[in-house]
């Protein structure tokens, strides 16, 4: 089944700390543009974090600037979101999203959404609160 399954995701307070995993299967997830992306009640969807394309570069939400940073390990094939000092204005349903394989996105371009995705995850929720 071709999918990604992101995981991770639940209840954390102010100043606390989560991964997300997001898994590929039945897809690599090697040579895509890679990123992550959430969606809080009543707002639209907005990319946080994403890998270009050659993975040369990174582009961040300033939002999450210095609290935020995406890995990911091909011999796995995931990709994952690791969360520092988390806020509750961070409280939103995390998506990951590959675009298009072999197709040269860059990071900045691809969080805007300049570009479609091949694959999205179903998301998991992220609440930050005490």
């Known amino acids: 089944q071709v999918q990604l399954v992101e995981s991770g995701g639940g209840l954390v307070q102010p100043g606390g700390s989560l991964r997300l995993s997001c898994a590929a299967s039945?897809?690599?997830?090697?040579?895509?543009?890679i990123g992550w992306f959430r969606q809080a009640p009543g707002k639209e969807r907005e990319g946080v974090l994403c890998?270009?394309?050659?993975?040369?570069?990174?582009y961040a939400a300033d939002s999450v600037k210095g609290r935020f940073t995406i890995s990911r390990d091909n011999a796995k094939n995931t990709v994952y979101l690791q969360m520092n000092s988390l806020k509750p204005e961070d409280t939103a349903v995390y998506y990951c999203?590959?675009?298009?394989?072999?197709?040269?996105?860059?990071?900045?371009?691809?969080?805007?959404?300049?570009?479609?995705?091949?694959?999205w995850g179903q998301g998991t929720q992220v609440t930050v609160s005490s």
């Open positions: 890998i270009s394309t050659n993975g040369a570069s990174t």
């Open positions: 039945g897809f690599t997830l090697d040579y895509r543009a």
């Open positions: 999203a590959a675009g298009g394989r072999f197709k040269n996105y860059r990071s900045t371009d691809y969080c805007r959404r300049r570009y479609e995705s091949d694959y």
